[in-house]
């Protein structure tokens, strides 16, 4: 496959992350979801106050609007990149836990294997199209 092609496919890729980190950011705000990932978040990640768990969903929500507005924009992509990664990792213990409770999370309980795979594959994505062609 020739350079532009694989441009087309860095660009394509990059909208559909943003597309999903936007989404899904805006699903952090929609009341039954947002319960659903207040619950997903460890016991030992659980405060009160400005850091409840219904908090912390909304503030990880913001994160990911931001993280998917900052992909679409050339000057801030690379960096919008790095938080997000960082996002990835700073989430995963709420992924592992439901994980572990898939009688309590159903389908939003991917085993924790195939949820780290895809982390990973988020991870190199985002560095991948953080880098200038």
Request: charged share 10%; with cysteine; glycine share 8%.
């Amino acid at each position: 496959m020739g350079e532009p092609a694989w441009d087309v496919i860095r660009a394509i890729t990059l909208w559909a992350l943003i597309v999903v980190f936007v989404g899904m950011g805006i699903n952090h705000f929609r009341a039954r979801p947002a319960r659903t990932m207040a619950a997903m978040i460890p016991p030992f990640l659980r405060f009160s106050g400005a850091l409840s768990p219904l908090n912390l969903v909304y503030f990880t929500g913001v994160c990911e609007i931001a993280g998917g507005v900052g992909l679409a924009l050339p000057a801030t992509r690379a960096a919008a990149s790095v938080a997000l990664v960082a996002f990835l990792v700073a989430v995963f213990p709420a992924n592992a836990y439901a994980a572990q409770h898939p009688d309590r999370f159903g389908a939003l309980a991917i085993p924790f294997w195939p949820r780290l795979a895809g982390q990973m594959a988020l991870i190199a994505l985002l560095a991948w199209v953080a880098t200038p062609p």
